[in-house]
């Protein structure tokens, strides 16, 4: 599996934290709330990399290019100790200037055996 490049991404990134869950509610308007299904809080990944070389920028691009938003990698996140498993359907770039270019993308973690 191949390791995302390691170019340090901007601050202002996002964590997403959606779990999965059951609910069932009950006539007397009781409820009761449950997980559902294993790796049932996988995380969203919103990354930017703000004015970075134009070599960096298709570094990284390339990369998301080669995986088609299918093939999963490993990415450690910025403040995480581990890396996990990512795939990226989406991602931007932009060309600031002549020699500077930004990127943002959406990293999904993934569950896979």
Not at 27 to 38: C, D, L, P, V
């Amino acid at each position: 599996m191949a390791t995302f490049p390691s170019i340090e991404s901007s601050y202002g990134l996002s964590k997403v934290s959606e779990p999965r869950t059951n609910t069932a509610v009950f006539g007397s308007g009781y409820s009761q709330r449950t997980t559902f299904g294993i790796n049932q809080n996988l995380k969203r990944w919103n990354l930017r990399w703000e004015n970075i070389s134009e070599t960096d920028s298709d570094t990284i691009e390339t990369f998301l290019d080669a995986r088609g938003g299918t093939e999963s990698f490993t990415f450690t996140a910025p403040g995480e100790a581990a890396s996990s498993n990512y795939i990226c359907t989406s991602w931007n770039k932009t060309i600031s200037y002549p020699t500077l270019a930004s990127i943002s993308a959406t990293f999904q973690e993934v569950a896979e055996a």
